[in-house]
């Protein structure tokens, strides 16, 4: 696990030095912005249904639009996540592998539903 960790990391680390994005501000976009928007989009296709993901574009749009400072708000999220992945040593998961498996491992996992309901879908 600490090997994808390490590749995602560093993937977000090359993300934020071409960006011009801090590393926490990419973390954000990422997880919070484009695989939650990846995930709508194949549900509104599931559904045939364009104005959810409009919906929550234009949501995107308009909070992103109403943080004055991205900077601040990525830092403060970015530390909320890292407290939420933290509070999975509870159930013996560190950091690391807590990240992989939430961060990685769950969006593959969902994407790759998605797909399935939308073949199934489209083939009944």
Known sequence: MAKIFDLVYQLLKW?????????????IIV???????????????ILNQKYIIISFLL???????????FTLFSSLLFDKSVSFLNWFEFIGLNYI????????????????????????????
């Open 15 to 27: 993300l934020s030095k071409i960006s011009g994005f801090t590393y926490r501000e990419i973390n």
């Open 31 to 45: 997880y919070f912005i484009l695989i939650p928007s990846f995930f709508i989009f194949l549900i509104s296709r």
């Open 97 to 124: 592998q807590a990240s992989v498996i939430i961060c990685v491992i769950i969006p593959i996992i969902v994407i790759i539903s998605l797909f399935y309901f939308k073949k199934h879908l489209s083939n009944s």
């Open 59 to 69: 949501f995107i749009l308009v909070s992103v639009l109403l943080i004055p400072d």
